[in-house]
């Protein structure tokens, strides 16, 4: 009997240390999915550097307890899976957007952002922010405009100064 006791409190320390750690969190609930598109949805996650795990709700809210999260229990009913992520705040939220627009089983429940929880639209708009990549993109494009900008202009007065010589 108290091995199982031992066991639970384990889980619970591991998922208030995953609460802890992770800089995103999002629950979902995976009701209706079939093995295949839980499978194809944990190759996603995977790849993305986020972890896939599905608790015990009864264990789950006692570790919200624990780290001072209770306001996602109203959150943690029915079959719950939680997305992980210790590196990256928009991977878990992009490849579960994504993936639920593709499979309407899928639903977003709620989620923790670097310790404050949110709600789903708030998900949803971080979902839609382009990658880490795209922005650094978009930051040199603009740092390069102005030079670019002064470098046609300085072409454009050498042709304008050579077409007034050669007249």
């Known amino acids: 009997m108290s091995s199982k ?10 998922i208030s240390e995953k ?11 995976y009701r209706g999915l079939d093995v295949a598109a839980v499978t194809e949805l ?3 996650l995977r790849e993305a550097g986020v972890e896939f795990k599905v608790y015990k709700n009864t264990l789950v809210r006692r570790a919200t307890a624990e ?5 996602l229990d109203d ?3 029915g079959p719950t899976a939680i997305a992980f992520s210790n590196e990256d705040v928009v991977a878990p939220a992009k490849v579960l957007n994504n993936f639920a627009k593709e499979n309407e089983a899928l639903e977003i429940k709620t989620g923790v952002i670097e310790g404050n929880v949110v709600s789903l639209d708030e998900i949803k708009a971080l979902a839609d922010l ?11 494009s603009v740092l390069q405009a102005p030079m670019r900008n002064f470098a046609l202009a300085t072409k454009a007065v050498a042709d304008q100064k050579e077409g007034e010589e050669g007249a």
């Open 5 to 14: 006791l031992e066991s639970k409190k384990q889980v619970v320390n591991e």
């Open 19 to 29: 609460l802890k750690a992770s800089k995103a969190t999002i629950l979902v609930d």
């Open 42 to 44: 944990r190759k996603q």
């Open 67 to 71: 780290v001072d999260m209770t306001e």
């Open 75 to 77: 959150q943690i009913v």
């Open 130 to 140: 382009p990658s880490r990549e795209g922005l650094l993109s978009m930051l040199l």
